[in-house]
Each structure stands twice: as structure tokens, then as C-alpha cells.
């Protein structure tokens, strides 16, 4: 039992200030509404006063109640309870069995004159369900037998809205949500009044003493139970404390969180609700009012008014650390709140939290440690200090005095026990990566983010790297001595980038990845070489490990000039000089190429002619005697047609005889062997289809379609060449690409059975390239007309319409010149005899007897001259033909 002086008793209204000299006048109830005490007598007088707190020097509270008014409530009974509704600025007063509404100020009854009767006890609802801010609930215990009613009170009005029955006459009210707590004539019940369901508490015999029911909280209330025990009960009919042991003859109690106050016939006595031990008692006689509000408590006779004053509690709360009951310190700490200053409890609160914190960290609570330390805005460096040589050797910190705990360092503390050591360095860790972002950091960041480092080093912890990747504070010289020390050289070079020292950062790695020293934190360590020099903004480091990275893998390698951005290429970096490092890589080279090609489309004609010579050379390597329209075409053999085809720089002639098979042109000109430019490694290599594509760059389609055609009989690339030939060309030019196909199935050369099916094929299906006329003078007699159906058919369909095209447009031409020679004021005879105020439309009918030619005119005319009227017959123009035709 630890006994604490917590309260001291002082004056607040004396007798002189209440009555006067009437003796036989007494008090009968109590309410306190913040500065305001309203006081309710036995002779029907509601008195209100100011009560005024103050602290002389010696540390101690006194009170002053200035008198406002009071005020006769218009009966003859006493004053049996007042509540303060401060939402509605109304005071709501028992007396003679009815509740009447006054102003809080005036103490005038409301103009409505509402009130409640029929009452012998009230309560409100502290926690109301209405959701309406402008009323108040009230419970009553109504005058008819057996019988709750449950108010709503607005400004000026009451309104009923439930009245239940009860088992027993209801003595004693409290009120929490729906739920009542009654004292009935031989027990205690939580009542639903919402559902009506009942909860039997506990017996009670009203006759041996008298009940007591107070709200202490949500959905919690206090009681007088027997044995002269103080009982907790919730809502749910169950106590979720212990009972406190108070005095058979209590008459009163409240609560003054975390203490039980009770009041007999002669003491006032002061329990904890945290271990249900008496702390304090105070002589008090003839005391029968009891009651707390907000936090004061107030106590009175029948002649005054008293008020319990808490005593400071720094040595009561630091009794408690001491002790090792923080809970119960920290608890009597909240209930001081409003007895101290706010920058002064702020400090005090402050400073308990911290120490709670490693009182709770010294027992390994580590989640209740971090709260506290969170809560108490801890100098993480005080918590930091404890583990030897995480605070970097240039701080400057001092321990906190006085000191916030009693242990040198963390070996003290866990007395050598390498388990605990590890689960404290596991903790602070994870409350240095919560803390280092916030503003509990804020001051000593590089502090933190060093210890965090130190921490992570030690532990192998993968946060390492998510650390030194992003924004930190890591001091540079007493990290790296500690990655180095644990052989940490991937990370040591991410803190090297970090502070800008991206050589030492590469060279390290590079060291790595040649095995001259272990670190097996990345497997992929050479490709993020790769990336981190692609990423550099520093040339010179780029050049410096340019050949190590191509050595390495040189595919992989010219990443470092391919993907970088290009405006930084441009600037930082000449393609030539490129090419030059390039050319001991020829497949970086191939790569290199491609990207200035085809990703960054240079129009420079020695890149384009350098990668398809690259390519043709690769081709001929991998196909030395692969020829034909059979011949698997490779990636490189792919890539090489595609530029060949989409790129106008390239030398074609230089090509086009590396190109061409050897034994062809052998035959055909005995001299070029001789030729240097042509070397053996192109003899009987032929790229009949590269060959073909070089042909037409050169407008030479008739030797391109020949070799498509007879060296390959490939008549879909044929067909395809002509499409591909004529691309973004007139229509006369593609049709004389058919023609040329055409004729090469038709004419003179090597003949194959498959030719005439293919020219037949052609004509029909691609009837609209061809001109019929000249087609028809090249065919063979002895083809068939039911051959060559499709394509006639098509060709006489376009000639019709063809024809009639013309004849449309000729006809509009027509039109539109008579419009011409009118608007010129030439004169136009119509075929009526009659006389015409403008010139008649049905003429033109006549003129030319084409209706669909007349009703494009008709439109024409109508929208220029607005639909002539004719004078024969009224005519405004909605005609086409006219009258007289």
C-alpha cells in the first residue's frame, strides 16, 4: 500500500455568503458549470456564484465565489437537484416533483414556461444518441409508480419521447447512451430503454442504506454495493475493475481520475482505482453532498461549499517509476492535467514519458518503449548512447541531467546477455528507420542515419542498401571505416556515389567483379556497373572503364553509349569517337550502328553504308553457300533486307557487287576476277533477294524482277518488290512495275510451267494495276477468255466507269461554262415560246438529256441564281424539269 497525500480540502462559499443569518435555511444540491456554481436551498432559492481559482506562493489553491443573483424558483419545497445544460445555455432544476428550464445567467424560468412534471429524480445523458446538438436527454424517475421517462429538452420546450416500466420503484438514476443504470428498491440493472432488455446487476437493500449510481465514463458507472464495497459495472452487467472498500454509511462519491472519492458521516476518504488501495483520508462531518465536475470535486455541508484540490504529483509520479508501476504513474500524470500549466505539464509529462520509455525499455517491452519514446519527443541520441560506438565519434552529445535512467551503457543494462543485446539492436533499428524522417530528427539527422548504418552493417540487414540509395545523412568517414571493416564494398560504393565520389564508387566495384575482392551482395554487379556509367553525367569516367566494360560483354557493354539520353550524346559524346573504341567489338560495333540508324535515325550516309556492310559481312559468314528461295533467312540476313529496303543513304553500287553471286559474274565479265574490292569470301555466296532490293534502288526493276522471278521463282517477293518499289509513287508507276513483272513472266528466257500460272494469277488479282489495252498485246493466242475472266471483268467494269466519270465531268464543265457566259450577260434562248423574266431551267434538260448530269446542274443553278421563277406557270424552281419540255 503506498499512501499519498492527493488532496487537500479547501473553502469555497462560506455560511455568511449562502444564508446570512438564517439558521434554518440549508443547502440542499450542488452544480458547477466551468466558472459557474450554482447552488440549490432548502427555501426554494437557486444562488449563483463565480467561483475563482488562484495560487499563492506557496503553491497551494484557495477559491473565491463572487455572488451573482438568486433567485426564488416560485415553490415552497426545497431545491432537490440542478443540472447545467451549457448547449442550451439553460439550468435545470427539481423542485415540488417538476423539472422547470431557467436561463443560466438570469435564473428566470424560460418565457415557454416548459417544464417537466411529475419527477422525484433526473439525469442526463452525458453521452446522448440524438445526434441533435441544440437538446439535452433527460431521464427522470417519474412520480407514477414503477415508471422511467425518458425527455428531450430544447431551449424553450420538452418532449417525451419513452416511457418503460420496471421490475421495482426506481430510487437512483444514472444515464449513458441507451443505457440506464437503476438502483430499484432490492437490486441494481442496466436497462435498454432503446430495446427494453434487462440486466440484473447485484442485490441492494435500500432500506439499511441509501443507493448510489454515477456515470464514470463511457458505458461504465459506479456503485454502492454491499459490504461497503464501491463496484464498477459496464453496460454488458460485468465490472472490469476491482471493487474499492469504502465505509458502510458512504453517502456520496465521485471520481477524480485515477482516485475513488468517497463521503460518510465524518470522512472523506480517497481510494486508487489502479490498485484499489486507500491513499488518503480527510476529517469531514456533516458532509452530505459529494459530487465531481469536469475534474474539480466539490464537497458540502448542509452550511458550505467545499473544493478537493489535487496536490502537485511530480513526487507521487516519480515514486511510481521508481517503483516500476508505470502504468499508474503514467495514469496520475493524465489526471494533473488541468491542475497544471499547460507549458509546464507539457515539460513534466514530457520528461515522465521519456523515463517510462526506458524503464519499459530495460524489462524488453519494446512496443510500449517506442510509444513512450515517440509520445515523450525523446532525444533519440539518449537512446542511441546506450549502444556503444553507433554515435559517430564527432558528436557532440551529452546525456540528459538529471539522467532520464540509471544504466551506463546497453551491456549494463542486459547484463551480458548476447539475446537480449540482439533483440535491443533489432528495436533500434526498426525506432531509428521510424524516427529518421520525422521531426524527432530533426537537428541531429547524420546522428541517426549513421547509427542506422552501423546497425544495418551489422546485422546484414537488406535496409543497407535502401538506406544509401536514397536521401541520408550517413557521415562519410565513420561509415565507410565501418562498411569496410564488415566487408561491405557494394554498399561502400553506394555511400561513395552518395557523396559524389562516383571513381571510388566505380573502381570498387570494378574490383568486385574482377575478384580482387568478395562481396556477394549483387550477382548482377557487372550490369549495374553497366547502368550506373550509362546513368553518369561525367564523360571521363565513362571513357576511363569503357574498354573494361566492353571486354566484359561487348553486347552488354555498349549500353554505356546506346541507351544514354540524347541530347547527352549530342553533347558529351561524339558518334565517330564511338566507332573508334568500337571497332576491336565488332558486335558492339553491329549494335552501336543500329542505334544510331534505326533508334536515332541519323541521315549520314557512312553509318548507314558501315552497318549494312557489317551486316552482309556477318551474312556471308554464316551462309557461305546458302542460296535460293529455300535458304533459311537468319536474324542478321532479316535485318540487313529491312535496311537495304527502308534506307536511301547507303553506297549501292559498293553493295551491290559484294552482293551479286560470284559465279554469275564470273561468267559474265571474265575480268573482275581480278578485281581486289572483291574478295574470296564472297565466291558463290549469292543474296539473290539483297541483290534484287539493290537493283531497284538503282531503278534497274527489270534485273531486279528477273532474278526474283527466275533465280528464285519467288513470284510473292516479285509481287511484293513492285508494291514495295512503288510505295508513295503515282499510279503510273506502279503500273509499269506490273507491266514489268508481267513481261517478265511472259517474255524470253528460261521457261518454267509455273510462269504462265503466275502471270494469269497476277492479272487477276491485281486487274486494277494493269492497263487492259497493253496487257491484251501481250498475251499469248492460245489463252483462253474464261482464263483470264476476273481480270476482263474487271477491266471492262473500269472502262465503263471510266467513261462515265468523264462524261459527268464534261458535262459539269459544260454547265459550269454557260454559267460563265451568263454571269457575262450572254443570251440564252429558251425552247418556250413564252416570255421568261430569267432564264428557264427546264432548257438544260433538253440540252442534254442526261438526268443525273441535269440534277447535279439543277443543284448547282438553284444555289447560284436562288430558284428562277417562271412566268408561264408559276414555277419557282422546286422542279427540276421545266414545264415546257
Known amino acids: 500500500m503506498m499512501s499519498t497525500k492527493a488532496f487537500t480540502l479547501v473553502p469555497a462559499v462560506e455560511r455568511e455568503q449562502l444564508m446570512g443569518d438564517g439558521e434554518r435555511v440549508s443547502l440542499e444540491c450542488v452544480e458547477c458549470c466551468g466558472r459557474n456554481l450554482y447552488l440549490g436551498t432548502s427555501d426554494c432559492f437557486v444562488y449563483h456564484f463565480l467561483l475563482e481559482e488562484k495560487t499563492v506562493p ?88 414503477r415508471t422511467i421517462q425518458v425527455f428531450l429538452v430544447y431551449e424553450d420546450r420538452v418532449q417525451i419521447v419513452r416511457e418503460l416500466s420496471t421490475p421495482e420503484q426506481p430510487l437512483a438514476v444514472a444515464v449513458d447512451g441507451h443505457f440506464l443504470c437503476l438502483a430499484l428498491t432490492t437490486q441494481y440493472i ?28 463511457r458505458q461504465e458507472f459506479l456503485l454502492a454495493g454491499p459490504g461497503g464495497l464501491g463496484m464498477f459495472a459496464t453496460v454488458a452487467g460485468v465490472s472490469q475493475r476491482a471493487p474499492v472498500h469504502w465505509s458502510e454509511n458512504v453517502v456520496g462519491a465521485a471520481v477524480c481520475f485515477p482516485y475513488v472519492i468517497a463521503l460518510d458521516s465524518e470522512f472523506i476518504t480517497v481510494h486508487s482505482m489502479l490498485d484499489q488501495q486507500q491513499k488518503q483520508t480527510l476529517p469531514f462531518k456533516e458532509g452530505h453532498i459529494l459530487q465531481d ?66 524503464i519499459q525499455f530495460a524489462q524488453l517491452q519494446f512496443l510500449e518503449a517506442k510509444e513512450l519514446f515517440r509520445s515523450g519527443q525523446l532525444d533519440v541520441r539518449e537512446l542511441i548512447s546506450l549502444y556503444p560506438f553507433l554515435l559517430p565519434t564527432s558528436s557532440s552529445f551529452t546525456r540528459s541531467h538529471p539522467p532520464l535512467h540509471e544504466f551506463a551503457d546497453l551491456n549494463q543494462l542486459t547484463q551480458g546477455d548476447q539475446e537480449k543485446v540482439a533483440r535491443c539492436k533489432h528495436f533500434l533499428m526498426s525506432y531509428l528507420n521510424e524516427v529518421r524522417s520525422t521531426e524527432v ?17 551489422e546485422a546484414d540487414h537488406d535496409s543497407l542498401l535502401d538506406l544509401l540509395v536514397t536521401e541520408n545523412f550517413c557521415l562519410l568517414a565513420d561509415s565507410a571505416a565501418w562498411l569496410e571493416k564488415h566487408k561491405k564494398y557494394f554498399a561502400l560504393g553506394l555511400l561513395y556515389h552518395y557523396n559524389h565520389q562516383d571513381a571510388a564508387a566505380v573502381q570498387l566495384w570494378v574490383r568486385i567483379v574482377n ?81 544510331l540508324v534505326m533508334d536515332r535515325r541519323l541521315q549520314k550516309e557512312e553509318y548507314h553504308t558501315h552497318l549494312a556492310v557489317l551486316y552482309l559481312d556477318e551474312v556471308l559468314q554464316q551462309r557461305p ?84 522471278v527466275h533465280e528464285l521463282a519467288d513470284f510473292p517477293a516479285a509481287e511484293d518488290y513492285c508494291l514495295w518499289c512503288s510505295e508513295g509513287r503515282a499510279p503510273p508507276y506502279r503500273q509499269r512495275l506490273f507491266h514489268l513483272l508481267l513481261a517478265v513472266y511472259l517474255g524470253p528466257g528460261p521457261s518454267a510451267p509455273e510462269l504462265p500460272v503466275a502471270a494469269a494469277d497476277l492479272l487477276n488479282r491485281r486487274a486494277a494495276e494493269f492497263d487492259a489495252a497493253r496487257v491484251l498485246q501481250l498475251l499469248p493466242g492460245s489463252w483462253s477468255v474464261q482464263l483470264l475472266c476476273p481480270f476482263l471483268t474487271g477491266a471492262v467494269r473500269d472502262s465503263v466507269h471510266a467513261r462515265r466519270t468523264t462524261q459527268v465531268a464534261v458535262g459539269l464543265a459544260r454547265s459550269e461554262n454557260l454559267i460563265y457566259k451568263y454571269d457575262k450577260g450572254g443570251k440564252e434562248i429558251c425552247p418556250s415560246p413564252e416570255p421568261w423574266s430569267r432564264p428557264c431551267l427546264g432548257g438544260w434538260s433538253c440540252y442534254y438529256g442526261s438526268v443525273p448530269a441535269f440534277s447535279i446542274y439543277w443543284k448547282m443553278l438553284r444555289a447560284r441564281h436562288r430558284a428562277p421563277f417562271c412566268r408561264k406557270t408559276g414555277d419557282t424552281g422546286s422542279s427540276p424539269v421545266c414545264h415546257n419540255y
Open 441 to 457: 530528427a530533426n537537428g541531429y539527422k547524420e546522428d541517426v542515419d549513421t547509427a542506422l548504418l552501423k546497425l544495418y552493417t
Open 58 to 145: 506557496g503553491g497551494s489553491a484557495t477559491f473565491t465565489a463572487t455572488k451573482q443573483l438568486h433567485r426564488h424558483l416560485g415553490f415552497k419545497k426545497p431545491v432537490n437537484e440542478l443540472r447545467a445544460a451549457s448547449a442550451l445555455y439553460r439550468l435545470l432544476a427539481l423542485c415540488d416533483g417538476s423539472i422547470t428550464l431557467v436561463h443560466m445567467l438570469s435564473l428566470e424560468p424560460v418565457p415557454s414556461g416548459a417544464r417537466i412534471k411529475g419527477a422525484t429524480a433526473f439525469a442526463l445523458n452525458e453521452n446522448p444518441v440524438s445526434g441533435d446538438p441544440f437538446c439535452v436527454e433527460v431521464c427522470i424517475i417519474s412520480v407514477k409508480r
Open 293 to 358: 465536475f469536469e475534474g474539480r470535486v466539490i464537497v458540502a455541508t448542509s452550511k458550505g461549499v467545499y473544493v478537493l484540490v489535487p496536490l502537485p504529483l511530480e513526487k507521487q509520479i516519480q515514486d511510481l517509476l521508481a517503483s516500476r508501476r508505470v502504468e499508474e504513474a503514467l495514469v496520475l500524470a493524465k489526471g494533473a492535467r488541468r491542475n497544471i500549466p499547460k507549458e509546464k505539464f507539457q515539460v513534466m509529462y514530457r520528461r515522465i514519458l521519456q523515463q517510462a520509455g526506458f
Open 625 to 708: 553457300s546458302a542460296s535460293g528461295k529455300d535458304a533459311d533467312v537468319t536474324e542478321t540476313q532479316a535485318k540487313l533486307r529491312r535496311l537495304l529496303q527502308k534506307s536511301d543513304l547507303y553506297r549501292v553500287h559498293f553493295l551491290l557487287v559484294a552482293a551479286l553471286d560470284w559465279h554469275r559474274l564470273a561468267r559474265a565479265l571474265p575480268f573482275l576476277t581480278s578485281r581486289s574490292h572483291l574478295t574470296d569470301r564472297t565466291r558463290g555466296a549469292g543474296l539473290p533477294v539483297e541483290s534484287a532490293i539493290l537493283h531497284g534502288k538503282l531503278e534497274q526493276h527489270e534485273e531486279a524482277l528477273r532474278i526474283l
Open 190 to 217: 442496466i436497462l435498454n430503454y432503446s430495446t427494453g432488455v434487462a440486466q440484473d446487476l447485484f442485490p441492494f437493500c435500500s432500506e439499511e442504506k441509501r443507493p448510489i449510481v454515477k456515470r464514470i465514463g
Open 515 to 595: 575478384g580482387d575482392i568478395h562481396d556477394c551482395t549483387r550477382s548482377d554487379l557487372y550490369e549495374y556497373v553497366v547502368d550506373f556509367l550509362t546513368d553518369s553525367l561525367d564523360p571521363d569516367l565513362v571513357w576511363q572503364y569503357a574498354d573494361w566494360v566492353l571486354q566484359k560483354n561487348p553486347e552488354v557493354g555498349v549500353q554505356v553509349f546506346t541507351k544514354r539520353p540524347v541530347d547527352e550524346q549530342e553533347s558529351r559524346f561524339n558518334p565517330d569517337d564511338i566507332i573508334s573504341c568500337l571497332k576491336k567489338y565488332p558486335q558492339a560495333l553491329v549494335k552501336y550502328l543500329e542505334h
